[in-house]
């Protein structure tokens, strides 16, 4: 293209500062490095984490940054080494790399990657970005920073998909449905025939939802507070739906005299400490599993030890356990072959500029997902 080797100047939205709206902003993209892919992001959605990091992860040292880690895009131009991806390529940018050759992406067990751009398990955006706006450095969120016209991504944190992929809905899948789906089908290991609760009926819980279904389960339990979720979850397999709001009793007390004594399998998708204990206690002693798929780091989660003691699982999952540049094509082929659902999670279709907009709807919740055009294809 005529931009290779070239900086590239475009839009992006700019997160200057905490808890303050993004700013549109003309920012210099650097051409990549070796073993960089610089990517036209077309689309892109709007994740929880997002608001996370710019609402509530307390972490001062994270702006000026671009966030945005639900994306996909056409490769502009490559980085000396690369030999994986062309220019126009479909692709996906990836929140967990997978090098395919450290200890953790040899080991089938697991999807970490020793190579990632992850400083830390608190540590979110990347210091040596390809970015720079109004002569100052601006950090990458997540190693992918989709909030931007154009981006520069290591090729281990990149995905490959089929061209007749539409990017205006596979976006989704580099993150949210991933996520919750393989949290449901990789990590807990939904059997057929047994019983699910799934708590938090966002993106990510409605996924989670599909997960239950496409694995065989018989009873698939949605939970939240906010009752206009209901049809939603049915849409996505739930068979029962429960508001703890309309019950005294607590929740897990609750599951557990619906279901003669607690769930086979749950999964908290809410990102709240107290959720997942409450999750817990909802599985049935002996053999329940219950799956923490919601993120955050601000407080510690508990239980009485008897709760484990008494045979249940508890486990963690990050991006629903997929090695990403193996699992996300797999999931973008399951959306073409229409097993896996996606255009049922969009509620909104709206611009790059209209980001604020769609970041309020979503602290509302007013929204499942809102998709955001960014570049024209």
Same mark, same amino acid.
């Given at each position: 293209?005529?931009?290779?080797?070239?900086?590239?100047?475009?839009?992006?939205?700019?997160?200057?500062?905490?808890?303050?709206?993004?700013?549109?902003?003309?920012?210099?993209?650097?051409?990549?490095?070796?073993?960089?892919? %610089?990517?036209?992001?077309?689309?892109?959605? /709007?994740?929880?984490?997002?608001?996370?990091?710019?609402?509530?992860? #307390?972490?001062?040292?994270?702006?000026?940054?671009?966030?945005?880690?639900?994306?996909?895009?056409?490769?502009?131009?490559?980085?000396?080494?690369?030999?994986?991806?062309?220019?126009?390529?479909?692709?996906?940018?990836?929140? =967990?790399?997978?090098? *395919?050759?450290?200890?953790?992406?040899?080991?089938?067990?697991?999807?970490?990657?020793?190579?990632?751009?992850?400083? +830390?398990?608190?540590?979110?955006?990347?210091?040596?970005? *390809?970015?720079?706006?109004?002569?100052?450095?601006?950090?990458?969120?997540?190693?992918?920073?989709?909030?931007?016209?154009?981006?520069?991504?290591?090729?281990?944190?990149?995905?490959?998909?089929?061209?007749?992929?539409?990017?205006?809905?596979?976006?989704?899948?580099?993150?949210?449905?991933?996520?919750?789906?393989?949290?449901?089908?990789?990590?807990?290991?939904?059997?057929?025939?047994?019983?699910?609760?799934?708590?938090?009926?966002?993106?990510?819980?409605?996924?989670? =939802?599909?997960?239950?279904?496409?694995? +065989?389960?018989? %009873? =698939?339990?949605?939970?939240? /507070?906010?009752?206009?979720?209901?049809?939603?979850?049915?849409?996505?397999?739930?068979?029962?739906?429960?508001?703890?709001?309309?019950?005294?009793?607590?929740?897990?007390?609750?599951?557990?005299? #619906?279901?003669?004594?607690?769930?086979?399998?749950?999964?908290?998708?809410?990102?709240?400490?107290?959720?997942? %204990?409450?999750?817990?206690?909802?599985?049935?002693?002996?053999?329940?599993?219950?799956?923490?798929?919601?993120?955050?780091?601000?407080?510690?989660?508990?239980?009485?030890?008897?709760?484990?003691?008494?045979? %249940?699982?508890?486990? +963690?999952?990050?991006?629903?356990?997929?090695?990403?540049?193996?699992?996300?094509?797999?999931?973008?082929?399951?959306?073409?072959?229409?097993?896996?659902?996606?255009?049922?999670?969009?509620?909104?279709?709206?611009?790059?500029?209209?980001?604020?907009?769609? =970041?309020?709807? #979503?602290?509302?919740?007013?929204?499942?997902?809102?998709?955001?055009?960014?570049?024209?294809?």
């Amino acid at each position: 293209m005529a931009t290779a080797g070239k900086v590239i100047k475009c839009k992006a939205a700019v997160a200057w500062e905490p808890n303050k709206p993004l700013v549109m902003e003309e920012i210099e993209v650097a051409p990549p490095e070796a073993n960089e892919v %610089r990517i036209k992001i077309v689309a892109t959605g /709007i994740c929880h984490t997002d608001l996370y990091h710019l609402y509530e992860g #307390m972490d001062e040292g994270g702006f000026p940054a671009v966030l945005g880690h639900e994306g996909a895009g056409i490769v502009e131009s490559v980085g000396p080494g690369v030999i994986e991806f062309q220019p126009g390529d479909k692709v996906i940018p990836l929140i =967990i790399p997978q090098c *395919r050759e450290c200890r953790f992406c040899k080991n089938p067990n697991g999807n970490q990657c020793e190579k990632g751009w992850d400083g +830390g398990d608190d540590v979110k955006v990347l210091a040596d970005s *390809r970015f720079t706006c109004k002569g100052k450095k601006v950090l990458q969120f997540m190693g992918t920073s989709t909030f931007s016209e154009y981006t520069v991504v290591n090729q281990m944190a990149v995905a490959k998909i089929d061209p007749a992929a539409p990017l205006d809905k596979v976006c989704l899948l580099g993150c949210g449905i991933s996520t919750g789906y393989g949290a449901a089908v990789n990590t807990a290991k939904v059997e057929p025939g047994s019983t699910c609760a799934v708590f938090g009926l966002g993106a990510v819980g409605l996924a989670a =939802i599909m997960g239950c279904k496409a694995a +065989g389960a018989k %009873r =698939i339990i949605a939970v939240d /507070i906010n009752p206009e979720k209901s049809e939603k979850a049915k849409v996505f397999g739930a068979t029962d739906f429960v508001n703890p709001k309309d019950h005294s009793k607590p929740i897990s007390q609750v599951l557990s005299e #619906m279901t003669d004594g607690g769930v086979d399998f749950s999964l908290e998708c809410v990102g709240n400490v107290g959720v997942m %204990r409450s999750a817990l206690e909802s599985c049935v002693r002996g053999w329940g599993v219950s799956v923490l798929v919601g993120w955050t780091d601000l407080y510690d989660v508990a239980t009485r030890p008897l709760q484990l003691i008494a045979g %249940r699982t508890w486990k +963690g999952s990050l991006f629903g356990g997929f090695k990403s540049k193996d699992g996300v094509p797999q999931m973008v082929k399951g959306y073409l072959d229409k097993k896996v659902k996606v255009d049922e999670f969009i509620t909104h279709n709206m611009t790059l500029d209209q980001v604020n907009d769609a =970041i309020e709807l #979503m602290k509302q919740g007013k929204c499942i997902r809102s998709v955001l055009s960014v570049s024209p294809q």
